[in-house]
């Protein structure tokens, strides 16, 4: 079995679970609840966890298939890597008003962390590519594909050939197939990334169409069950003109995407400004349909 299509940590507790002795088993049930704390717990501390002896975590880890527990740890910090929710640190212990500033604290650190990175240089010239396409595709799965119907929203009001995918009822071949030489592609590449991510990235590398990718993790997913990373660089995939990176760290098991939907905003701003009088028209058309309708 390659090692891309290798069981994952959780996949093989699961799957031992109806051979394993008793002790073995309080062990399984232990990790099964906490999985993110073999990841950071040396083999006694998850032993004093879960009230089995240091050779009961032995024989576990090698009934899993793995030679050592250094090499089960490692497997489970690669889902922890990947984003999974269930691996993550667990809610905050703290008092509510604490808690709730530390999650404002770090969605402003990670807008600040992104924005250092970022250049209007970069956003203007994405902005400028997305006022001259043909068509505009922005392509989102799972939580980024609520950031792709709200970009999508916005640029809207100014970019008239707006496309979001995937798109209910239609398989992604049937508007991949669309995507052609004068259009551009946003790429929304948020951990956990699904497994189609890869294949879209491979088939939009062979269009001509330019491509920006919006992406809090440099690697994307490999074609495990679970989603757990690869390791491949996703440039090696699809040669983007323009990689946005962004920061989602959070206290808590959930990412933070403040800087997300931020960057969403600016992206949508600079089209906008940079549209000029003829996108200030279509606003003032736009607005003069709504009165017409009484929408507002």
């Excluded at 929710?85 to 999650?103: C, D, G, R």
């Excluded at 010239?125 to 970009?151: D, M, N, P």
């Excluded at 989602?248 to 969403?264: E, R, S």
């Amino acid at each position: 079995m390659s090692p891309s299509h290798a069981p994952t940590f959780l996949s093989r507790i699961r799957a031992s679970l109806a051979s394993l002795h008793p002790s073995e088993r309080r062990l399984a049930d232990t990790l099964l609840s906490f999985p993110g704390e073999v990841a950071s717990y040396s083999a006694t501390e998850l032993a004093q966890l879960a009230n089995v002896s240091n050779a009961t975590v032995t024989r576990f880890v090698r009934r899993l298939g793995y030679k050592s527990f250094d090499e089960a740890r490692q497997a489970a910090r690669v889902t922890q890597q990947s984003g999974a929710a269930v691996f993550q640190s667990p809610i905050s212990k703290q008092e509510p008003e604490s808690a709730l500033a530390a999650h404002i604290e770090q969605g402003r650190v990670n807008v600040a962390n992104s924005f250092a990175e970022l250049t209007l240089a970069e956003i203007d010239s994405l902005a400028e590519a997305l006022l001259k396409a043909r068509r505009v595709w922005i392509v989102g799965f799972r939580t980024a594909h609520a950031f792709a119907i709200y970009l999508n929203a916005q640029i809207g009001q100014i970019v008239t050939d707006v496309m979001v995918l995937p798109q209910s009822g239609q398989t992604l071949a049937e508007s991949l197939c669309s995507i052609e030489a004068n259009d551009v592609v946003i790429a929304f590449a948020l951990r956990r990334p699904v497994k189609q991510m890869e294949y879209v990235f491979r088939e939009l590398s062979g269009t001509e169409a330019r491509c920006a990718v919006i992406t809090d993790c440099p690697i994307i997913l490999n074609d495990n069950d679970d989603a757990t990373l690869s390791g491949t660089p996703l440039d090696s995939l699809l040669s983007a003109e323009w990689s946005l990176r962004v920061h989602t760290m959070a206290p808590g098991p959930l990412f933070n995407h403040a800087a997300v939907l931020t960057l969403c905003h600016l992206i949508a701003t600079r089209v906008l400004e940079l549209s000029g009088p003829s996108g200030r028209r279509r606003l003032l058309n736009i607005e003069a349909m709504h009165d017409a309708l009484d929408e507002m």
